[in-house]
């Protein structure tokens, strides 16, 4: 079944959402079974990626420090529920994806000799870039032209056939080694500045690498993972993200923009190993 790309985005506006792109499964072709959304649904044509803007102000009570709060990089999961039911009301067949750490996989015993273990866990940021929303930051938080990192994302597979994006290019949001904010702010020193090499699609390029012990740890905004013990946490307000919010914003290099700075005065933070 043919989906337009103009019926998909109406669907998405009128379940709230603010972006919606698509990787073809083709791409998907040499991701290992239990990363490949195409174990969960072998007739998969269209991996549909799509995305509700996070409210400056939560990161803006964070940053000042008085409030203290998780701000989620998932959407719950009614988005993708109703997407494909109304994937299914037009003749196709959808799944929703719910986010996992990657740490969790295998999570189960396989179904049989020729199936990955459970849980087949695709990477949301991957394919978010695959289906051209935005890239993926030196401090791997996913950076979008409209809001920064300023989103929470969702997923489902189709087998529905959309026209699909192209890869988004890295680069074109985060100068990486020459910007090195986000290496900057982190008070315990838990990101590096050399870089290793991360690969989306056919595209490969430098991001950085955590202290995995300091960021559990971590006293400046990030919240622990709760969908795994051993995953690292969600750094999305923490001093690293926040850093990057201010450098894209004050670089004019994001399309939202406000009347006040982000960040109006020093950033405060403690090293988590002092705090
Ligand atoms: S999560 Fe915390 S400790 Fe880890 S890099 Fe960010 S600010 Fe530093
Ligand atoms: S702070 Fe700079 S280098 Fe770090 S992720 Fe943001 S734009 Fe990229």
């Given at each position: 079944?043919?989906?337009?790309?103009?019926?998909?985005?109406?669907?998405?506006?009128?379940?709230?959402?603010?972006?919606?792109?698509?990787?073809?499964?083709?791409?998907?072709?040499?991701?290992?079974?239990?990363?490949?959304?195409?174990?969960?649904?072998?007739?998969?044509?269209?991996?549909?990626?799509?995305?509700?803007?996070?409210p400056?102000s939560l990161f803006?009570?964070?940053?000042?420090?008085?409030?203290?709060?998780?701000v989620?990089?998932?959407?719950?999961?009614?988005?993708?529920?109703?997407?494909?039911?109304?994937?299914?009301?037009?003749?196709?067949?959808?799944?929703?994806?719910?986010?996992?750490?990657?740490?969790?996989?295998?999570?189960?015993?396989?179904?049989?000799?020729?199936?990955?273990?459970?849980?087949?866990?695709?990477?949301?940021?991957?394919?978010?870039?695959?289906?051209?929303?935005?890239?993926?930051?030196?401090?791997?938080?996913?950076?979008?032209?409209?809001?920064?990192?300023?989103?929470?994302?969702?997923?489902?597979?189709?087998?529905?056939?959309?026209?699909?994006?192209?890869?988004?290019?890295?680069?074109?949001?985060?100068?990486?080694?020459?910007?090195?904010?986000?290496?900057?702010?982190?008070?315990?020193?838990?990101?590096?500045?050399?870089?290793?090499?991360?690969?989306?699609?056919?595209?490969?390029?430098?991001?950085?690498?955590?202290?995995?012990?300091?960021?559990?740890?971590?006293?400046?905004?990030?919240?622990?993972?709760?969908?795994?013990?051993?995953?690292?946490?969600?750094?999305?307000?923490?001093?690293?993200?926040?850093?990057?919010?201010?450098?894209?914003?004050?670089?004019?290099?994001?399309?939202?923009?406000?009347?006040?700075?982000?960040?109006?005065?020093?950033?405060?933070?403690?090293?988590?190993?002092?705090?």
């Open positions: 079944m043919k989906i337009g790309r103009e019926p998909l985005q109406a669907w998405t506006r009128e379940l709230g959402l603010d972006m919606v792109g698509v990787a073809s499964a083709e791409r998907y072709r040499d991701i290992e079974p239990q990363w490949n959304p195409l174990s969960i649904l072998p007739t998969a044509r269209s991996i549909i990626v799509f995305g509700k803007s996070i400056r803006r009570g964070i940053e000042e420090g008085t409030l203290w709060m998780r989620d990089r998932y959407l719950p999961p009614r988005a993708a529920y109703s997407l494909c039911r109304i994937f299914e009301d037009n003749g196709c067949l959808a799944v929703p994806c719910s986010p996992l750490a990657p740490e969790r996989w295998p999570d189960g015993v396989a179904a049989g000799d020729d199936k990955p273990a459970p849980n087949v866990s695709p990477d949301i940021q991957v394919a978010a870039q695959l289906a051209g929303l935005g890239e993926i930051g030196y401090n791997g938080a996913f950076l979008t032209p409209r809001f920064g990192v300023r989103q929470a994302l969702g997923m489902v597979f189709a087998d529905a056939e959309i026209d699909p994006d192209e890869p988004f290019p890295a680069g074109t949001l985060c100068p990486r080694e020459k910007c090195l904010a986000c290496v900057r702010a982190c008070p315990a020193s838990a990101l590096s500045a050399t870089p290793v090499t991360r690969t989306v699609g056919e595209e490969s390029f430098p991001v950085g690498s955590y202290r995995l012990e300091a960021c559990r740890l971590c006293s400046n905004g990030a919240f622990p993972d709760t969908s795994c013990a051993a995953a690292p946490p969600n750094r999305l307000a923490a001093a690293c993200t926040r850093a990057c919010i201010a450098c894209l914003e004050d670089s004019g290099r994001i399309a939202t923009g406000y009347r006040a700075p982000f960040r109006r005065k020093p950033a405060w933070g403690c090293d988590t190993f002092e705090a």
